[in-house]
């Protein structure tokens, strides 16, 4: 089992930025992609960005030039600076880590982008 803690989440003016953390636990050992999605009111779950172990990264084209993924994994922790940020980026993001067929989940963190 992994465990995923986010934090950083909040209220922000259009324009601002913030910076989005996850820090994972358990049995770590194999864990391959993170990465961080969002869901917002009436819509599905959407890929944000990704990360492997290796450091490659992905990007959905709505946050590309804007968001960056970075990862630790001396930590075990990925982080998403959020830049330039527009009210259709208001959601809740999750945390996601693979492990092998495996999906695990943190419980979310509210971003709110006033306009």
């Known amino acids: 089992q992994v465990q995923l803690v986010e934090f950083g989440g909040g209220l922000v003016q259009a324009g601002g930025s913030l910076r989005l953390s996850c820090a994972a636990s358990?049995?770590?050992?194999?864990?391959?992609?993170m990465g961080w999605y969002r869901q917002a009111p009436g819509k599905q779950r959407e890929l944000v960005a990704a990360i492997t172990s290796g450091g490659s990264t992905n990007y959905a084209d709505s946050v590309k030039g804007r968001f960056t993924i970075s990862r630790n994994n001396a930590r075990n922790t990925v982080n998403l600076q959020m830049n330039s940020l527009k009210p259709e980026d208001t959601a809740v993001y999750y945390c996601?880590?693979?492990?092998?067929?495996?999906?695990?989940w943190g419980q979310g963190t509210q971003v709110t982008v006033s306009s």
């Open positions: 358990g049995s770590i050992f194999g864990v391959n992609v």
């Open positions: 996601k880590a693979q492990q092998g067929t495996y999906d695990y």
